[in-house]
């Protein structure tokens, strides 16, 4: 089955950078949602994600020449959405904020 285009792009990218996520909105926020990860769980998860993409960015700087190059990196959005409940009173969430030891 090909995920990618070129053909052979995906196995290339996965040989250089490790396995990496394909598809959509790699970050699970439903779990986070229904509360199946805590906060922290949901942070080392978004890191875990922004440093594939970091590594994917890497690899195509070092062999693109010419052109442009676009990388959308999603982390701060996302996790600005899932975390806005924390600042507004009137959220529809009624979860507290789980302090935890860092």
């Not at 942070?43 to 070092?62: A, R, T, Y």
Request: with cysteine.
């Amino acid at each position: 089955m090909t995920i990618s285009y070129p053909d052979g792009y995906a196995k290339e990218l996965a040989e250089d950078c490790g396995l990496f996520h394909t598809q959509g909105m790699p970050c699970d926020t439903w779990a986070l949602n229904e509360e199946a990860l805590d906060e922290k769980a949901f942070i080392e998860h978004m890191d875990d994600i922004l440093g594939e993409k970091k590594k994917e960015l890497s690899f195509e700087m070092n062999r693109t020449s010419a052109g442009i190059l676009y990388v959308y990196f999603e982390t701060s959005d996302t996790v600005q959405h899932m975390f806005w409940r924390y600042t507004d009173p009137k959220a529809l969430s009624t979860r507290r904020i789980v302090r935890t030891k860092t």
